[in-house]
């Protein structure tokens, strides 16, 4: 049966199995029969300049948008240029923006261009405001002042930065990686526009698609049956959950958590991105608490509890504490073996 006229799929349907009496979803010639995307005909680009009226850095801005080396939704080139491929709530788009004797020069393609040129200020942090982070402790103050350019972005997309961090939940970050990576290329389309061939951009799959990915293709990317049900059942309240990105981030989280499987680590890691969130820190992480321990009190024991005490003079502004410290280099010394990768054909 043709996936276009397909009936929206129950669970364990959208994890590839059909109930009883049922054919599976199709497969020909070995690949599943999900709708794969096509290279979209180059359009003109839109343009826009932007002069910010703060230092900007580019690269430390923008740099949480990028899922490991090879992102195939966001890559950067040697003339400094950022190029990111998202899907907007008008459709799939590709920008590139640099920066340029301090003015933001940006290009954009395909139908969120219009969009993604709209949202440029707010993603490369208009709307945050660092004059209200004090720094209270001389690692921070130092850092502050040797990052002026640093803004907390805000991207006003939640499943672009939620279905990642899903990923990221109990494996290690090359484990998380390499399946957005595999599925993205995948089940994703290739992104409209004029960027060059080497950097292979594709949107990420739309909701839908998502629901679709049988689970053999889950298996083969890695991910294990509770992370792959999160995300299918985020992805069939994708419009509730896009709604998000203009709360305040203590509502947006509690959207998202309603969820099973979106627990507090995994919202305030997308509401961070998604909603520009100063002081959602995370918790819930294997190596945080250690990192702000050795930093603030010299303690890499420190649990979450810790953490939090040691960042609660900067309440309202702890996401941005915590960036500072990772940005200070003032990090432990490994002493324990790393997250152990898990190889889920052998559960």
């Known amino acids: 049966m043709s996936s276009r006229f397909a009936p929206r799929p129950t669970l364990p349907q959208a994890l590839g199995f059909a109930r009883a009496g049922e054919a599976p979803i199709t497969v020909r010639g ?16 839109r343009t826009r300049t932007w002069t910010p009226p703060y230092p900007l850095n580019l690269g430390l801005t923008v740099g949480p948008l990028r899922r490991g080396p090879a992102d195939p939704t966001f890559r950067t080139t040697p003339d400094g240029s950022a190029w990111r491929a998202s899907r907007t709530p008008q459709g799939p ?17 395909g139908e969120g261009a219009d969009w993604l040129l709209d949202q440029l200020p707010q993603l490369l942090g208009d709307a945050d405001d660092p004059a209200a982070f004090t720094p209270r402790h001389r690692l921070l103050a130092a850092t502050a002042h040797r990052r002026p350019g ?27 990686y390499r399946a957005w990576r595999l599925l993205v290329r995948k089940f994703g389309e290739p992104a409209p526009g004029a960027a060059p061939a080497q950097l292979r951009l594709h949107v990420m799959p739309d909701p839908r698609t998502w629901t679709l990915i049988p689970s053999w293709e889950w298996h083969k990317a890695g991910v ?15 419009a509730r959950l896009e709604e998000a990105a203009a709360m305040d981030p203590l509502r947006a989280r509690a959207r998202l958590e309603l969820i099973p499987g979106i627990g507090p680590w995994t919202s305030a890691e997308t509401v961070q991105r998604s909603n520009g969130a100063p002081d959602e820190v995370t918790v ?14 010299g303690d890499r024991t420190a649990d979450d509890e810790e953490m939090l005490r040691l960042l609660a003079p900067y309440e309202g502004q702890r996401h941005r504490a915590a960036r500072l410290i990772l940005l200070s280099g003032r990090t432990p010394a490994r002493r324990t073996p790393k997250m152990p990768k898990t190889d889920i054909a052998l559960l």
């Open 30 to 45: 070995g690949e599943t029969a999900i709708p794969r995307g096509v290279p979209r005909r180059t359009t003109a680009a």
């Open 93 to 109: 788009g590709t920008i590139r923006v640099a920066v340029r004797s301090g003015t933001v020069e940006a290009e954009a393609w």
């Open 150 to 176: 640093l803004r907390l972005i805000r991207t006003g997309l939640v499943l672009e930065s939620l279905i990642p961090s899903i990923l990221e939940q109990k494996v290690t970050t090359d484990e998380a």
């Open 224 to 238: 294990d049956d509770k992370r792959a049900s999160t995300i299918l059942r985020a992805a069939r309240v994708a």
């Open 284 to 297: 819930g992480d294997l190596h945080l608490p250690g990192i702000v321990g050795h930093a603030l009190a």
